[in-house]
């Protein structure tokens, strides 16, 4: 609950950063995000790796392709992720 506050601080990692106080419930996840970017890069350096949901990104990448390839995409992006590093 944010009680009236329009801005809150999140500790991560031993860096403290700002959160403003969401206009909508949409923002949240955006504000959060945003927040733990920060936290991540103040931790571990400009060159830390965040990955990105593999189901958000599979969805956004189907989205974008006609009806008739999502299905073999679809498999194609999940046997690429279920692989391991070399």
């Known amino acids: 609950m944010w009680y009236g506050q329009e801005r809150r ?3 991560l990692g031993g860096h403290r950063v700002e959160v403003q106080k969401p ?3 949409t923002k949240v ?3 959060v995000e945003l927040a733990i970017r920060t936290a991540l ?3 571990f350096g400009e060159r830390v790796l965040i990955a990105r949901c593999h189901q ?3 969805k956004n990448v189907l989205d974008h392709l006609p ?3 999502r299905t073999f995409i679809g498999r194609r992006l999940d046997k690429a992720w279920r ?3 070399p």
């Open 23 to 25: 206009r909508a419930r």
């Open 83 to 85: 692989q391991t590093d």
């Open 9 to 11: 601080q999140l500790t």
């Open 67 to 69: 009806e008739e390839q």
């Open 29 to 31: 996840g955006k504000e």
């Open 56 to 58: 958000h990104k599979r």
């Open 41 to 43: 890069k103040g931790t």
